[in-house]
């Protein structure tokens, strides 16, 4: 994108209530992506690129690729962490001048300069990061991608915990919707939701934030449908690599017997659950005694009792722990002697002594964490999953002379899907230095609303690319930039 001298700006509007102010588009290199160099920064520091580039398989002919894979892949997440969801958004981000610097492997003003040398002008088109998607979908790329998770994860806590890893972590499991438009394969209407959706499991490092898994499902399919494989795929990549012990933490959909089963008969590693149990008939008969108040609890104030017990429903192989949790709560605003009780089921698979009953339901509780890092998934990012198995009709403005064939379409959303995961950990990892370096917690909108999504001016000369910031945001950019220049993973 070269200065044109002496062409006139372009006076696009000038407000009623203001005659002096006028909006005007020039030639100048103006952006509001300066997000876009942080989140390479960090994707550097951590070689995630590099380590995907050196899996993945990478299909194309040497001698037609005008953009390398590296390049593709870094596009993809920038774009996505920067809040472009839809594939279309890289043509409208094709000549972005941070844009253009993040994602290159050029150094200097190069990815600046107009395809100089037969060097990319810009960034990879829509057309082409689809193709990145149809070559990331078969199976093996797909496997690469799900490492990949854990892989970053792994590496940013390595860097954080000075080249260690803690001794247990938190696995949170969930099942989420993802709703879609069109004739997307395998979606379905969901009832429950009310929406045509895909139905994927997700997982998520407890406290810490990180996605670690993410496998995409039919939208019909119930909630622990395939829970036990996607469990214990992330364990047996999360164990000695993330920590020595993990915790699994799952809701009310999940315990069923071959799950709970597999994960107690699992030999590598140490692995404990808990769980919430959906009442039935019979769980509400056994807590039915145990409702009222006893006579050793005392107080004006709402309290919580704990039985413990065991149980065997009619489908499961063995009988389990599970633990009755009694509230009450207040009947009406500042009457403190006035209380109703609800309960619910907890079942786990620890030992009474290591985990007693006020334990388990503390730690069940810190589920709430997990579920504010799906939501962000969800209402940040907002996977935009929009592939489906129409050949092409049309190339150039002609007939295609062969007619390609139908894309595995559902394979294709869970390469999107994977990407989102992929670039919301990028986005997390500035979140977590900009916790630290403030001490205060940040929310994934306010990293991209206060950080990354800042304008700027860009400016170039004698071979250098400056980016100028208004003063507004420069506190944060100097307390982010503070942190990130002594983030760097070293390995092992």
């Known amino acids: 994108m070269r200065d044109v001298p002496g062409v006139a700006q372009q006076v696009l509007w000038s407000p009623s209530f203001n005659g002096s102010v006028k909006v005007e588009s020039r030639r100048d290199r103006l952006t509001s992506e300066v997000g876009a160099l942080a989140l390479r920064e960090a994707l550097e520091r951590l070689g995630m690129v590099e380590w995907l580039v050196d899996r993945l398989h990478d299909r194309r002919n040497p001698a037609m690729i005008t953009h390398p894979l590296s390049e593709l892949v870094r596009t993809s997440l920038v774009l996505l962490g920067q809040g472009w969801r839809d594939q279309n958004d890289a043509d409208t981000m ?8 993040a994602v290159s492997n050029r150094r200097g003003p190069g ?11 810009g960034l990879a088109s829509q057309p082409t990061l689809s193709r990145l998607v149809d070559a990331l979908s078969s199976g093996d790329n797909r496997e690469v991608l799900r490492d990949g998770l854990v892989e970053g994860a792994a590496r940013r806590l390595r860097v954080e915990h000075e080249g260690q890893i803690p001794h247990c972590l938190t696995l949170d499991v969930d099942s989420l919707p993802v709703e879609v438009y069109g004739h997307q394969p395998g979606s379905e209407y969901n009832g429950h939701y009310h929406a045509t959706i895909y139905h994927p499991l997700i997982a998520t ?33 999360a164990v000695n690599r ?20 597999g994960l107690e008969d699992r030999k590598e590693g140490k692995v404990h659950y808990v769980a919430r149990v959906k ?30 017990t065991r149980y065997r429903a009619g489908t499961w192989s063995r009988e389990r722990r599970v633990v009755l949790v009694v509230q009450e709560v207040a009947t009406e605003k500042g009457q403190t002697d006035l209380f109703t009780t609800n309960h619910f089921w907890l079942i786990t698979d620890w030992p009474e002594k290591e985990m007693p009953a006020a334990a388990l339901l503390e730690l069940y509780r810190k589920r709430g964490a997990a579920e504010g890092r799906f939501a962000e ?13 129409r050949p092409k ?19 294709h959303n869970e390469v999107l899907l994977l ?16 916790e630290h370096e403030t001490r205060e917690g940040w929310s994934l909108m306010r990293v991209r609303q206060s950080v990354l999504r800042v304008a700027a001016r860009v400016l170039v000369h004698s071979r250098q690319v400056v980016v100028v910031i208004g003063r507004t945001f420069a506190g944060l950019w100097s307390a982010l930039t503070t942190r990130l220049m002594s983030f760097r993973y070293a390995p092992d």
């Open 393 to 411: 009709t049309e190339y150039r403005g002609g007939t295609p002379r062969r007619r390609a064939q139908p894309c595995d379409a559902f394979a």
């Open 94 to 101: 094709r000549d972005d001048p941070l844009m253009r610097v």
């Open 242 to 261: 993330l920590c020595r012990e993990v915790w699994v933490r799952i809701d009310a959909g999940f315990p069923d017997d071959s799950t709970l089963s």
């Open 205 to 237: 490092l407890g406290e810490l934030g990180d996605l670690v898994g993410i496998r995409l499902r039919e939208g019909s399919v119930y909630t622990s449908e395939g829970g036990l494989d996607f469990i214990l795929g992330i364990v047996g990549r």
């Open 419 to 434: 990407l989102n995961a992929l670039a919301y950990n990028a986005v997390h990892v500035v979140r977590v230095l900009l």
């Open 111 to 121: 990815p600046l300069e107009d395809g100089v040398g037969g060097v990319p002008a």
């Open 377 to 389: 998934l969800m209402n940040v990012l907002q996977p935009a999953l929009s592939s489906s198995p």
């Open 279 to 308: 009442n039935n008939a019979v769980l509400n008969r056994m807590a039915e005694p145990y409702l009222e108040r006893r006579a050793e609890i005392t107080g004006s104030e709402p309290q919580t009792w704990f039985v413990e």
